[in-house]
């Protein structure tokens, strides 16, 4: 199973990406951690992202594509996987189709969290207190949500016109739409 998750900042990506692992057993990707932990570990490229990061803008293609590629080659990945956060605007997405059509491992579906904004805040916020996520400020948010609508929700399009995507219902309890999610991926790979 080859898997992309869409959705705006604190529609669940991370929270079901860590479940769909378990149950479809195979490596769930986010981009956003990979980034995270190479600020943590302050590599060079965690140095250039840092701050491009804490003000919810987009790090540059080239840094995430290579970061990318890098953990597509490992071995766990020959069962498939679950991309989250990545491809984040179109040029992403085309670069994703190359490199998957590379190694022959062309994407299944990709699934689209729908959540209306104003959950998407309390969430978010929610997180901010208990977590404090350097880009979960509300400036930060506010320009991650712009980011989202402009750059990224034209990749749901992009995918629409292949036949790829799904959209479920991000709305509940998680559990609740956890199943709607494997209910829909079944659906859409049958
Ligand atoms: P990234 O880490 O990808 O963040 P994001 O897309 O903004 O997503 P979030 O982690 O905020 O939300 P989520 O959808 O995963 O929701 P979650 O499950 O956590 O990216 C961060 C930054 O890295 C970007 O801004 C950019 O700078 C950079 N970056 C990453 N990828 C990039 C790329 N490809 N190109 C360029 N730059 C890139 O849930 C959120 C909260 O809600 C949690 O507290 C959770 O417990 C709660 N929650 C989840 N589901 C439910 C539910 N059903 N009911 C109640 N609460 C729920």
Redesign the pocket.
């Given at each position: 199973m080859r898997l992309v998750?869409l959705?705006?900042?604190?529609?669940?990506?991370?929270?079901?990406?860590?479940r769909l692992k378990d149950h479809y057993a195979i490596p769930h990707i986010?981009?956003?951690?990979l980034?995270?932990a190479a600020v943590k570990a302050e590599t060079a490229l965690g140095l250039k992202?840092k701050a491009?990061?804490e003000?919810?803008?987009?790090?540059?293609?080239d840094?995430?594509l290579g970061m990318?590629e890098e953990r597509l080659s490992e071995s766990d990945t020959a069962s498939g996987f679950i991309l989250?956060?990545?491809?984040?605007?179109l040029a992403?997405a085309g670069a994703l189709g190359e490199v998957l059509a590379r190694i022959g491992q062309p994407l299944d579906v990709a699934v689209q969290?729908d959540v209306p904004t104003d959950l998407l805040v309390e969430?978010?916020a929610?997180?901010a207190a208990?977590?404090g996520?350097k880009?979960?400020t509300p400036e930060?948010v506010r320009t991650?949500l712009g980011?989202?609508n402009e750059q990224t929700a034209p990749v749901v399009d992009f995918y629409r016109e292949q036949g790829k995507v799904t959209c479920v219902d991000?709305?509940?309890?998680?559990d609740?739409?956890f199943d709607r999610i494997v209910t829909a991926v079944a659906e859409a790979t049958d």
């Open positions: 998750l959705g705006a900042p604190g529609s669940g990506k991370g929270t079901q990406a860590a986010s981009t956003g951690d980034l995270r992202a491009v990061m003000r919810g803008e987009l790090v540059s293609d840094i995430v990318l989250d956060g990545y491809p984040r605007n992403q969290l969430r978010i929610g997180r208990q977590e996520r880009d979960d930060a991650r980011v989202y991000g709305v509940g309890e998680m609740e739409v």
